[in-house]
Nanobody, 120 residues
Framework: QVQLVESGGGLVQAGGSLRLSCAASGSIFSINDMAWYRQAPGKQRELVAVITSGASSNYADSVKGRFTISRDNAKNTVYLQMNTLKPEDTAVYYC??????????????WGQGTQVTVSS
């Protein structure tokens, strides 16, 4: 029905920057909240940032002031600009979206994840 495809992960030194992208495609009427989660080895998946269709955003305390979430509604794409990266930011990052389908049903969808590794 809907596919979320992430890109932009990789290996970066501490203090560096990365920009993640997630493009949604499929039977989409509209997209409500879009978010980024992350999961480090041995830890639970946690919310990193969320943005509403109206561009209001919220962040986990651990990334406030360093990460910025944004979206392009025309492209059904959400971004995560990550600056001043720390080794503890190392995780698999997942895109998440609540989608109103053309069938008038609302479902939650996840991307496949992209690895972010920050070396010290």
């Amino acid at each position: 029905q809907v596919q979320l495809v992430e890109s932009g992960g990789g290996l970066v030194q501490a203090g560096g920057s990365l920009r993640l992208s997630c493009a949604a495609s499929g039977s989409i009427f509209s997209i409500n909240d879009m978010a980024w989660y992350r999961q480090a080895p041995g830890k639970q998946r946690e919310l990193v940032a969320v943005i509403t269709s109206g561009a209001s955003s919220n962040y986990a305390d651990s990334v406030k002031g360093r990460f910025t979430i944004s979206r392009d509604n025309a492209k059904n794409t959400v971004y995560l600009q990550m600056n001043t990266l720390k080794p503890e930011d190392t995780a698999v990052y997942y895109c998440n979206a609540w989608v109103l389908l053309k069938t008038w049903r609302s479902n939650e969808f996840w991307g496949q994840g992209t690895q972010v590794t920050v070396s010290s």
